[in-house]
């Protein structure tokens, strides 16, 4: 049994007692895959790239090492609804746009190529339709580690 389900159990047995409960928020949200945060990064696996990446970076094998870089995928959708007095248009937005928000991004030094990295331990299929959108628009391979 996971700890999601005991957790509310626990709860409505102490309600039932007569003990006063208030709802508590979880401030970390959990992952339906199992993984944990580590510091600043979405999971174990994660981190310990970025670790091995800046030894990698001091080392010079690779330079220019950046984390959670956004790309846009598809553009936000807005509509002219109004206009304001001074005849100005009042957007409304119909569609977020839709972005990719890559792990590493960093210049191999031996290539002298940008490689645009990302870390999967489950590769869903949000993730591969990204990946797909991100070789379409932007001509990126991700590298997948």
Known sequence: ???????????????????????????????????KRVGNH??????????????????????DLREQVPFTLIPAQYIECDTTPNRKPIRSCLEKSCK??????????????TVVEDTKGVRTKEYIIKRKLMLWVHGIRIREV
Do not use: C
């Open 1 to 35: 049994m996971t700890m999601a389900k005991r957790v509310p159990d626990r709860i409505a047995l102490l309600a039932k007692l007569g003990y006063e409960v208030k709802k508590q928020w979880r401030t970390d949200a959990a992952n339906k895959y199992g993984a």
């Open 42 to 63: 979405a999971s174990k696996k994660e981190h310990y790239r970025a670790e091995e990446l800046k030894i990698m970076e001091r080392a010079g094998l690779i330079s």
């Open 100 to 113: 990719y928000i890559a792990d590493f991004i960093y210049v191999d030094n031996a290539t002298w190529q």
